[in-house]
């Protein structure tokens, strides 16, 4: 069984097919948290209580850190009573469980304020998913200052290494590894969204590396403003502590009132970040993504942004549909600019009608015109979003989020509206359902342009403002959740300014994320590399632009950094010669031929943009019988003597592969060697001296696709 008690030790084992986690109570009745790491053979061999380091001036390693009881651990729960107490005692009651789930239930009896913990099991990717229920059963207010989602403990070791996601507009995800010390390290967003900054996603190694060693991980399933903190103390377990951002919250829980905290979900891998990576992904898509679409292969988008900014209208779209359908796109999709007097980034957000100037007749022409060649058809919008020079801001003024008396900071020329308040998420709602129902939309590619600043909410009472955090959040889940299942044939994709809101809150509502605005294809290496560290390859977008500029990258180069994950192109096809459009149509094929291997299948990440010359990436089968190879270099000095062996991972040892190159037809055979040989031989990849002596140059963008497939 993967939850037991033991009645006589009095702890709970909760095991996955490689992970051990367990806590037992103390003779206060206080749950203690003992072991977390490897699956161990007995139950007798996990710790007791009584193995705990007994610190008389404070208390540590508790299961659910509070405010209060001497807990030095970073808190989950603080809250005030009404008669000004401010320490939370919580004392254990029962547990339930019901398969794969348990249910711990806690309580601070004098003040009837009820606990429970909640932990969900993934067995077979050792993962387990926490969050808590808090409850008023009393007659009075309760202010609920702190409520995070869990308290984590692991090894105190001088090797431990905390590694995390960092970054900014247009370069985030960048992995950071830094040693981890006495104190706090705080990993956090106070924007009001998960934010390009920090991720709230963190791994702790022990001298690690891609297949081997210890690795625990986890990442928050929030989309607002969220904390994690990495504790260290000499002589104590270092803790985890993660959930919703305390700083600027309160929440005031009214009698019979219950919330519940965001997920925090957690795992282990004895086998390096390689194992732990793909047991996130595919978690992602078996137990997040919305189940109708999760395991649908995603289609290759065009998107017009790059070819006409907001100058859209029928007939240039009609246009760069014809092109876009001649190299094999599936899915076309219009940008900013149809809707209202958009005519720049100045006005128009919020009035959600369509610009009868450029589209005189409304969108159904143009998407007739668009399926016609046989494509989906697509929409951007920003519905969080209002410029003050639109018609929904001089109506509703009192919309947006803002302090009287304040200045009202823009960002992108616009404001935020207050997606806490009930009319404004009601708004949402039927315009965006108006939207979907009049119009024969595939694909909405949701936008959210800037942070929160001046987090007023004046139309509650003061001592509910500081709620506008959560609430936010939660109506922004019920509007994605009402039009997912009132329209359950459109694909939603997820963007913020890029990736400044991506994480698992929002991806139990949304297909795909938008990974940057970056989409230089050098650029997106690094930023992809330490996209795959918290995130699937299938909810990845990369686009095929002309960032950069259009000749300084070769349009295979580009085309092959953006089959990392789902393919997008957002060139300007006006552009394009005849020898580009045979390129991209090939390039697109190829995608089409690999998408479901590089879209369901395994990632082992060969290499690293920051440490080796190239950057390799291999996507493998569940059976094992066929992968793919993307192989992109990363120019430098002396690139001449490049000569690249790339060895492959996962293989069946006595399989025998033919490595190939080309689409299908066209194949043109490489090597055919064991798997494990090419595990130990690898492949010659490139052999850029080789190159230049027989072309007199080298492609300082050099980069190739190879396939392999098991031949007996």
Same mark, same amino acid.
């Given at each position: 069984?993967?939850?037991?008690?033991?009645?006589?030790?009095?702890?709970?084992?909760?095991?996955?097919?490689?992970?051990?986690?367990?806590?037992?109570?103390?003779?206060?009745?206080?749950?203690?948290?003992?072991?977390?790491?490897?699956?161990?053979?007995?139950?007798?061999?996990?710790?007791?209580?009584?193995?705990?380091?007994?610190?008389?001036?404070?208390?540590?390693?508790?299961?659910?850190?509070?405010?209060?009881?001497?807990?030095?651990?970073?808190?989950?729960?603080?809250?005030?009573?009404?008669?000004?107490?401010?320490?939370?005692?919580?004392?254990?009651?029962?547990?339930?469980?019901?398969?794969?789930?348990?249910?711990?239930?806690?309580?601070?009896?004098?003040?009837?304020?009820?606990?429970?913990?909640?932990?969900?099991?993934?067995?077979?990717?050792?993962?387990?998913?926490?969050?808590?229920?808090?409850?008023?059963?009393?007659?009075?207010?309760?202010?609920?200052?702190?409520?995070?989602?869990?308290?984590?403990?692991?090894?105190?070791?001088?090797?431990?290494?905390?590694?995390?996601?960092?970054?900014?507009?247009?370069?985030?995800?960048?992995?950071?590894?830094?040693?981890?010390?006495?104190?706090?390290?705080?990993?956090?967003?106070?924007?009001?969204?998960?934010?390009?900054?920090?991720?709230?996603? @963190?791994? =702790? #190694?022990?001298?690690?590396?891609?297949?081997?060693?210890?690795?625990?991980? +986890?990442?928050?399933? /929030?989309?607002? !403003?969220?904390?994690?903190?990495?504790?260290?103390?000499?002589?104590?377990?270092?803790?985890?502590?993660?959930?919703?951002?305390?700083?600027?919250?309160?929440?005031?829980?009214?009698?019979?009132?219950?919330?519940?905290?965001?997920?925090?979900?957690?795992?282990?891998?004895?086998?390096?970040?390689?194992?732990?990576?793909?047991?996130?992904?595919?978690?992602?898509?078996?137990?997040?993504?919305?189940?109708?679409?999760?395991?649908?292969?995603?289609?290759?988008?065009?998107?017009?942004?790059?070819?006409?900014?907001?100058?859209?209208?029928?007939?240039?779209?009609?246009?760069?549909?014809?092109?876009?359908?001649?190299?094999?796109?599936?899915? @076309?999709? =219009? #940008?900013?600019?149809?809707?209202?007097?958009?005519?720049?980034?100045?006005? +128009?957000?919020?009035? /959600?009608?369509? !610009?009868?100037?450029?589209?005189?007749?409304?969108?159904?022409?143009?998407?007739?015109?668009?399926?016609?060649?046989?494509?989906?058809?697509?929409?951007?919008?920003?519905?969080?979003?209002?410029?003050?020079?639109?018609?929904?801001?001089?109506?509703?003024?009192?919309?947006?989020?803002?302090?009287?008396?304040?200045?009202?900071?823009?960002?992108?020329?616009?404001?935020?509206?207050?997606?806490?308040?009930?009319?404004?998420?009601?708004?949402?709602?039927?315009?965006?359902?108006?939207?979907?129902?009049?119009?024969?939309?595939?694909?909405?590619?949701?936008?959210?342009?800037?942070?929160?600043?001046?987090?007023?909410?004046?139309?509650?009472?003061?001592?509910?403002?500081?709620?506008?955090?959560?609430?936010?959040?939660?109506?922004?889940?019920?509007?994605?959740?009402?039009?997912?299942?009132?329209?359950?044939?459109?694909?939603?994709?997820?963007?913020?300014?890029?990736?400044?809101?991506?994480?698992?809150?929002?991806?139990?509502?949304?297909?795909?994320?938008?990974?940057?605005?970056?989409?230089?294809?050098?650029?997106?290496?690094?930023?992809?590399?330490?996209?795959?560290?918290?995130?699937?390859?299938?909810?990845?977008?990369?686009?095929?632009?002309?960032?950069?500029?259009?000749?300084?990258?070769?349009?295979?180069?580009?085309?092959?950094?953006?089959?990392?994950?789902?393919?997008?192109?957002?060139?300007?096809?006006?552009?394009?010669?005849?020898?580009?459009?045979?390129?991209?149509?090939?390039?697109?094929?190829?995608?089409?031929?690999?998408?479901?291997?590089?879209?369901?299948?395994?990632?082992?990440?060969?290499?690293?943009?920051?440490?080796?010359?190239?950057?390799?990436?291999?996507?493998?089968?569940?059976?094992?019988?066929?992968?793919?190879?993307?192989?992109?270099?990363?120019?430098?000095?002396?690139?001449?003597?490049?000569?690249?062996?790339?060895?492959?991972?996962?293989?069946?040892?006595?399989?025998?592969?033919?490595?190939?190159?080309?689409?299908?037809?066209?194949?043109?055979?490489?090597?055919?060697?064991?798997?494990?040989?090419?595990?130990?031989?690898?492949?010659?990849?490139?052999?850029?001296?080789?190159?230049?002596?027989?072309?007199?140059?080298?492609?300082?963008?050099?980069?190739?696709?190879?396939?392999?497939?098991?031949?007996?």
């Amino acid at each position: 069984m993967p939850i037991t008690f033991d009645q006589e030790t009095k702890r709970w084992f909760l095991e996955t097919e490689n992970m051990g986690y367990v806590f037992g109570l103390d003779d206060q009745g206080k749950i203690k948290n003992l072991y977390w790491g490897a699956k161990l053979p007995r139950f007798r061999d996990y710790p007791q209580v009584k193995d705990l380091p007994v610190m008389d001036r404070y208390t540590w390693n508790d299961e659910f850190s509070v405010r209060g009881e001497k807990n030095n651990v970073e808190h989950c729960l603080k809250v005030e009573y009404y008669d000004g107490v401010r320490d939370v005692v919580l004392n254990y009651k029962s547990f339930e469980v019901n398969g794969n789930d348990l249910v711990i239930k806690l309580s601070d009896d004098h003040y009837s304020l009820n606990v429970n913990l909640f932990y969900k099991l993934i067995e077979e990717y050792d993962i387990i998913e926490r969050w808590i229920e808090i409850e008023n059963n009393s007659n009075q207010e309760i202010n609920v200052e702190d409520m995070k989602s869990a308290s984590l403990y692991v090894e105190n070791d001088e090797k431990a290494k905390l590694n995390y996601l960092a970054g900014m507009w247009g370069s985030e995800f960048h992995l950071r590894k830094e040693d981890i010390n006495e104190g706090s390290k705080v990993l956090e967003s106070k924007v009001g969204k998960t934010s390009a900054y920090l991720n709230p996603f @963190f791994a =702790i #190694d022990y001298s690690a590396d891609e297949d081997h060693g210890k690795v625990y991980f +986890g990442e928050l399933a /929030w989309s607002g !403003n969220w904390k994690i903190v990495v504790q260290k103390r000499i002589y104590e377990r270092i803790a985890i502590i993660g959930g919703i951002n305390d700083w600027d919250f309160s929440y005031i829980l009214e009698p019979s009132e219950k919330i519940n905290t965001p997920k925090f979900v957690f795992g282990f891998s004895d086998e390096g970040f390689t194992k732990a990576s793909q047991n996130i992904h595919h978690y992602q898509l078996d137990y997040v993504l919305p189940k109708d679409k999760a395991h649908k292969l995603r289609k290759v988008i065009y998107n017009s942004w790059e070819a006409t900014t907001f100058n859209v209208n029928e007939e240039n779209q009609k246009i760069l549909a014809e092109k876009a359908a001649k190299i094999g796109v599936e899915l @076309f999709v =219009i #940008d900013d600019g149809w809707f209202g007097e958009r005519n720049d980034d100045h006005a +128009g957000l919020g009035d /959600w009608y369509v !610009n009868k100037e450029k589209f005189p007749k409304g969108l159904q022409p143009l998407i007739s015109y668009v399926k016609s060649l046989g494509m989906d058809f697509g929409i951007w919008v920003e519905p969080e979003m209002v410029n003050p020079d639109s018609e929904l801001y001089r109506e509703h003024p009192d919309w947006v989020i803002s302090f009287p008396n304040r200045p009202k900071s823009l960002q992108r020329n616009q404001l935020m509206l207050n997606l806490a308040r009930e009319d404004v998420k009601e708004f949402i709602i039927d315009f965006m359902d108006n939207l979907l129902t009049q119009n024969d939309i595939d694909f909405v590619k949701w936008d959210m342009n800037r942070h929160v600043f001046e987090s007023g909410w004046m139309q509650v009472k003061p001592r509910k403002q500081r709620e506008i955090w959560v609430k936010y959040v939660w109506n922004l889940y019920d509007i994605w959740k009402y039009l997912r299942e009132k329209h359950p044939h459109v694909t939603f994709e997820n963007c913020s300014s890029g990736g400044g809101r991506v994480d698992i809150g929002l991806m139990q509502y949304a297909d795909q994320v938008w990974t940057s605005d970056n989409t230089d294809p050098f650029d997106r290496l690094e930023i992809q590399e330490g996209f795959s560290y918290a995130y699937a390859p299938k909810v990845m977008m990369g686009w095929v632009t002309d960032w950069g500029g259009k000749d300084t990258y070769p349009l295979t180069y580009r085309f092959h950094s953006s089959m990392m994950g789902s393919l997008g192109i957002g060139a300007d096809l006006n552009k394009f010669s005849e020898q580009d459009f045979d390129l991209a149509r090939y390039q697109v094929q190829l995608y089409k031929e690999i998408r479901e291997i590089v879209q369901e299948g395994y990632q082992f990440r060969l290499s690293s943009v920051k440490n080796d010359r190239y950057f390799a990436l291999e996507y493998l089968n569940k059976s094992k019988d066929e992968g793919v190879l993307i192989y992109l270099r990363n120019p430098r000095r002396f690139g001449l003597f490049d000569r690249v062996n790339v060895k492959l991972k996962g293989l069946e040892n006595d399989a025998v592969y033919t490595v190939y190159e080309g689409l299908q037809g066209e194949e043109k055979e490489i090597v055919k060697l064991s798997g494990l040989a090419l595990k130990e031989r690898g492949i010659l990849v490139e052999d850029s001296s080789k190159d230049f002596f027989e072309s007199g140059k080298v492609t300082h963008f050099y980069s190739r696709i190879l396939r392999f497939r098991r031949s007996n």
